[in-house]
């Protein structure tokens, strides 16, 4: 007979992957939603001040925090070389955008955080998800993980607040570990 007993929560929270990527992603939209359009030459120094900001409110690791800024200064050029790319082709519109969308059936309710969203120039959308792990294949999102085609769905059905119905033309992820890169999700036969 099982006893149903389920594991606590640690009494000292540790330094997780989980816990990285949620410092990550609010120094990413601090720094996306600040910075001007054309990038300055000093962007990268802004991006680790923001950064050392964060991690000093957020994570009580003096070590971690070093570390962590280490990590991040060491693809901080690569991500500001990408951020001119994806200014090229649109603005960012939303950051960290939440989204409800009811179904009926069954009757269910699907909520969602998209990371980032930009409107480009023809007006449609691209979708971005910040990853510090592993970024999965598509063969992966086909079967298993279906966060951004779910999101996609949920934008083009006005799910994500004021933003109303919005024409997804891409999905991207920006993968920011020590090998970073983008890896565009196959929009067709997702869901």
């Not at 909520?111 to 691209?126: E, F, K, W, Y």
């Amino acid at each position: 007979r099982r006893l149903r007993l389920y594991k606590l929560d640690p009494i000292r929270r540790e330094p997780d992957a989980m816990l990285r990527g949620q410092a990550l992603h609010k120094v990413l939209e601090v720094f996306v939603k600040d910075l001007p359009d054309p990038i300055p030459g000093d962007a990268e120094a802004r991006l680790l001040t923001i950064a050392a900001q964060v991690f000093s409110r957020d994570v009580p690791w003096p070590a971690t925090r070093r570390l962590w800024l280490a990590r991040l200064g060491r693809v901080a050029d690569w991500f500001i070389n990408s951020e001119r790319d994806r200014r090229t082709r649109g603005m960012p519109l939303a950051y960290e955008c939440k989204g409800m969308l009811g179904m009926d059936e069954p009757v269910f309710q699907l909520t969602g955080t998209a990371d980032r969203i930009d409107r480009l120039i023809d007006g449609s959308v691209v979708i971005y998800d910040y990853k510090t792990g592993a970024i999965p294949t598509n063969p992966q999102i086909r079967y298993f993980d279906k966060q951004m085609p779910l999101e996609a769905m949920m934008a083009e059905q006005g799910a994500f607040g004021d933003l109303g119905p919005l024409t997804v033309s891409g999905l991207e992820y920006i993968g920011l570990g020590s090998s970073p890169r983008i890896a565009a999700v196959d929009m067709d036969d997702q869901l």
